[in-house]
Antibody, heavy 118, light 110 residues
Framework: QVQLVESGGGVVQPGGSLRLSCAASGFTFSSYGMHWVRQAPGKGLEWVTFIRNHGKDKYYAGSVKGRFTISRDNSKKTLYLQMSSLRAEDAAVYYC???????????WGQGTMVTVSS | QSALTQPPSASGSPGQSVTISCTGTSSDIGGYNYVSWYQQHPGKAPKLMIYEVSQRPSGVPDRFSGSKSGNTASLTVSGLQAEDEADYYCSSYAGSTNWVFGGGTKLTVL
């Protein structure tokens, strides 16, 4: 079945770095753009970043631009999010999400929690 | 990019209909037919319920419907059922390969 499984979350100090991974299965990963969407505890959803299917074009929310980097390895069917200079406000559940080709988020992973605390 | 505006709460009795609004601007909802809606139960990942304003993915009951007028989109849930109680989020493509979400609406089935 179509599935996205995130990993790599954890506790990191302010200013630190963390890399999230997302393993895809059940669909042709290389054919679809992919997003990261986050949700702070008790808060709403926030779009973070998008990468096109070929990996050459990447887009970021203003709140993370210059600090986060999205990438993908189509041969491994894996999406990544490299996060650096982490701030308290980056603490959230990070979801790996498939784009359905008409700008909607159709398949979501279970999420991985990132905690930023000293 | 500012978040879309949703009412914090909505409610209805079983069998009734409820409509949740989502207000944006001409730069997002008003400018594109790429409005989508998501259902999120506590502790779970969101689930796509509506895309392209009014399209339902396979498996989503036809009790769920979407529409748009100007800068405001709406999600209507007809024939409310207990399992519809959840948080609902709207989202819109906002141009320049950016997306924006609403703040969420907690739907209570009385």
């Amino acid at each position: 079945q179509v599935q996205l499984v995130e990993s790599g979350g954890g506790v990191v100090q302010p200013g630190g770095s963390l890399r999230l991974s997302c393993a895809a299965s059940g669909f042709t990963f290389s054919s679809y753009g992919m997003h990261w969407v986050r949700q702070a505890p008790g808060k709403g959803l926030e779009w973070v970043t998008f990468i096109r299917n070929h990996g050459k074009d990447k887009y970021y929310a203003g709140s993370v631009k210059g600090r986060f980097t999205i990438s993908r390895d189509n041969s491994k069917k894996t999406l990544y999010l490299q996060m650096s200079s982490l701030r308290a406000e980056d603490a959230a559940v990070y979801y790996c999400v498939k784009d359905n080709s008409v700008w909607a988020f159709d398949i979501w992973g279970q999420g991985t929690m990132v905690t930023v605390s000293s | 990019q500012s978040a879309l505006t949703q009412p914090p709460s909505a409610s209805g009795s079983p069998g009734q209909s409820v409509t949740i609004s989502c207000t944006g601007t001409s730069s997002d909802i008003g400018g594109y037919n790429y409005v989508s809606w998501y259902q999120q139960h506590p502790g779970k990942a969101p689930k796509l319920m509506i895309y392209e304003v009014s399209q339902r993915p396979s498996g989503v009951p036809d009790r769920f419907s979407g529409s748009k007028s100007g800068n405001t989109a709406s999600l209507t849930v007809s024939g409310l059922q207990a399992e519809d109680e959840a948080d609902y989020y709207c989202s819109s493509y906002a141009g320049s390969t950016n997306w924006v979400f609403g703040g969420g609406t907690k739907l209570t089935v009385l």
